[in-house]
């Protein structure tokens, strides 16, 4: 059985319990992490401790106490349920104030902190890697404030049901024409090698693989354009693939039915990948 984190103390996961009144519960008040774990050691971690201190501070929410001793958390996460490979989830909500209230709650309610781990033996060689991912186009119908990292999911779960039922692995979201962001991962483009991806502002996640992705590539000599690009644009691309905590690279080989560089993962994309994997296996801690 799994041992949860839950404000302060390790748990097993049936025993961990969370108020009917909680912020996260009632409102989706709450912001989260999903950080990777390989070999035992933590994938990036610095830059998911940054985001989200970013995240609470743009929704105006309390750090947790223990915000010093993440590190320390995650590790004895990692310990305690024997995680090789995986994930850590962590979630911070505006917590329990007793009742359900559309204001937010004083200063002196405590926010919640959960984490819990979720286990993927050998994820770093995923066979959809090597197959490359097919993906449908949906209209970005979510809020204004993708930035920060909200536990307001539905319409990224609605989208990912939509491309389960058209027979694919993952929705590529669009807004005016452009490419915003996959469901859960952030989306680039690769056109006479120049890799193309949306720049940061409000309309999409600030992802933590996606930075890192743009510095390996630049230190590899690789032309970068940060850009929107159109749906029309992507399906006309040499490549494309996406990014994130999760999947680290994944080529994408089709787009609403048309097929991208011969239906199977481009250069760039394998490329990427594999610095990813390396480099980040060696940065991790
Ligand atoms: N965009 C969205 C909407 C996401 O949910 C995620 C995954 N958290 C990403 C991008 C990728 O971010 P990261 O590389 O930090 O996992």
Do not use: C
Request: proline share 4%; net charge negative; charged share 25%.
């Amino acid at each position: 059985m799994r041992i949860v984190y839950l404000n302060g103390d390790y748990l097993p996961e049936t025993v961990a319990k969370v108020s009917v009144f909680d912020r996260g519960f009632l409102m989706a008040d709450g912001v989260y992490e999903v950080t990777s774990v390989l070999g035992g050691k933590l994938i990036d971690f610095a830059g998911h401790v940054k985001r989200l201190e970013r995240s609470l501070s743009e929704m105006n929410m309390r750090q947790p106490d223990t915000m010093g001793d993440l590190l320390a958390i995650h590790r004895e996460m990692v310990t305690r349920n024997d995680l090789v490979d995986g994930l850590i989830y962590l979630q911070v909500t505006r917590g329990n104030p007793g009742d359900r209230d559309f204001h937010y709650p004083s200063a002196d309610t405590a926010p919640t902190l959960v984490l819990f781990t979720q286990s993927k033996p050998g994820f770093a060689n995923a066979p959809l890697a090597q197959r490359g991912a097919r993906v449908i186009s949906v209209p970005d119908m979510r809020w204004g404030r993708r930035d920060i990292k909200t536990v307001q999911l539905l319409y990224p779960s609605m989208a990912k049901m939509m491309a389960h039922e058209a027979g694919v692995d993952d929705a590529w979201m669009v807004q005016d024409d452009h490419v915003t962001e996959g469901t859960s991962n952030n989306a680039y483009i690769v056109n006479d090698g120049r890799i193309i991806t949306r720049a940061l502002n409000h309309d999409i996640l600030h992802g933590i693989t996606r930075a890192a992705i743009l510095r390996f590539a630049t230190e590899a000599q690789m032309d970068v354009e940060e850009r929107s690009f159109t749906l029309d644009e992507a399906k006309q691309a040499d490549e494309a693939f996406f990014t994130s905590a999760s999947a680290f690279v994944m080529p994408v080989v089709e787009i609403d039915g048309t097929i991208l560089g011969g239906g199977k993962p481009g250069p760039v994309a394998t490329r990427l990948r594999e610095i990813y994997i390396a480099e980040s296996l060696k940065s991790a801690i």
